[in-house]
C-alpha cells in the first residue's frame, strides 16, 4: 500500500454537469483510508496548484460534498492553460512543497498530459508521487474509452434538444440548423439522431468533422428534404472542415481568433450564421434559423443521465483505490464489458495511450451518405442516455371529410 497522507485533487477543461460527481468521489473514497489524511482541491486547475491557492476538501460535510456533487460546472473552477514542461516544473515545486503525496487532475487530453509530465519529473527527482487522470469530457474524444464522463449527460441534452427544435419546426416548416461542440471529434453531433423516434423525424442531416463537409453537396440535400417532407433539421459539429481541412467557420471569415492553444474559435455563431446564409441566398428560402448551443450544453441544470452520475462518481472512487493500492501513475478508464447487458470496468491505463491523443468517431457510426449515422452509433449511445429519456406524444391526425372542396 502507498504512503502518503495528502491528496490533491483539481479539475481542468470544460465544465460538465458531472466533473462534481467525480471530485466528490475522491473526497468522500479518501476518507475511508487511514493512511489519507488531507485532501486539498486546487482552485482553478493547474493555475491554481502554482499559486498555492488551495482549500481543504477534508473540512467539508458529506452534505455538501454530495450536494456539489448533483450540482453542474466545475465546483473548484477550472482553467485553459496548457503546461508546458516550465510550467510543471512550478507545479511540481509546488505539490513538493506542500507534501503532496497523490495528485489526482480531472480533465481531457491536455490534463492527461499535464499529470504525464508531473509524473515524470517527479519520477527524475526520485519524490514518491502518484499522479492519476480521471477522465472527463462532453467530446467522448479520449483514447482508452469506451466514453467519458460528461458525454451521456451532454449527450442527452443534445438528443433533447433536437427533439424539440424538431417539434418546433413540424408546427412551423422551415430549415432549423444547430451548431453542436466537437472541434474533431462528432459524437456529441452525432448523439442528436436519438431525437428520432418515428419516420420523417429531424435532424433529417447530421454532418461530423470525420468527414469533408461540401457545400455543394450540402445544399442539394436540404433541398432534397425540403421536397420530401417540406422541412428541414440540420445538426452540424462546430469542427466540419472541407477537404484541405480548413475549418467551414473561418471559410468567409474577415477575422480569424484562436485560443490558448493556438485552436481557431469556432464558437460564437459564425458557423450557423455562414451556413443559414448560403441556404437562404442558394436555395431561395424564407424560413431559414441557425442555432449554436454553445455553452448551455455542457453544464444544463437538470438534465442528466443517472448512468454518467455514476460512473463520474466510481472513477473518481477508484483513482483513490488504485493510489493507495500500487505504485503506478495512470488514467482511470472507462471500458464497456461485451454481451447483451450494459457493464463497464475502469482499469488504469497507462497515460501515454491518452496524452495528446484525440479518438474520433469510428467509420462504423458514420452513414455512407456522410451526412447521417448507422444504427451501430445508435446501439452504442443508447444505454448511456440513461432512464426515462422522454417521447413525444402524437395526434391519430384522423381526418374530417371535406365538403366545401369536393
Partial sequence: MAAFSKILVAQGGGPTVVINQSLAGVALEARKHAGIGQVYGA?????????????????????TLEAVAATPSSALGSTRDKPDEKYCQAIFRSLKAHGIGCFLYIGGNDS???????????????????????PKTIDNDLMANDHTPGFPSAARFIAQAFMGADLDN?????????????R?????????????????????????PERAFDFDAFLSSVKANMD???????????????????????????????????NVELGGGALADLLTKQIKEKLGLKRVRGDTFGYVQRSFFGCVSDVDQREARAVG??????A??????????????????????????ALTEIAGKTRTMPDAFIAASGNDVTDAFRDYLMPLLGRDVPVPGRLKNDMVPKILQE
Fill in 43 to 63: 482552485l482553478h486547475g493547474v493555475r491554481g496548484i502554482v499559486n498555492e491557492d488551495f482549500v481543504d476538501l477534508s473540512r467539508e460535510s458529506a452534505e
Fill in 112 to 134: 492527461s498530459d499535464t499529470v504525464r509530465i508531473v509524473a515524470e519529473q517527479a519520477r527524475a527527482e526520485n519524490y514518491a508521487l502518484r499522479c492519476l487522470h480521471i
Fill in 170 to 182: 413540424r408546427s412551423l416548416p422551415g430549415v432549423y440548423l444547430g451548431v453542436v461542440m466537437g
Fill in 184 to 208: 474533431h471529434a462528432g459524437f456529441l453531433t452525432a448523439a442528436s439522431t436519438l431525437a428520432r423516434t418515428a419516420a420523417g423525424d429531424g435532424p433529417h442531416l447530421i454532418y461530423v
Fill in 228 to 262: 420530401r417532407h417540406g422541412r428541414c433539421v440540420i445538426a452540424v459539429s462546430e469542427g466540419i472542415a472541407d477537404a484541405n481541412h480548413t475549418p467551414i467557420a473561418t471559410k468567409l471569415a474577415t477575422h480569424v481568433e484562436k485560443d490558448p492553444h493556438g
Fill in 317 to 322: 472512487k477508484m483513482a483513490v483505490r488504485y
Fill in 324 to 349: 493507495v493500492a500500487g505504485d503506478r501513475d495512470g488514467s482511470v478508464a472507462i471500458v464497456r464489458r461485451p454481451g447483451p447487458v450494459y457493464g463497464v470496468d475502469h482499469p488504469l491505463v
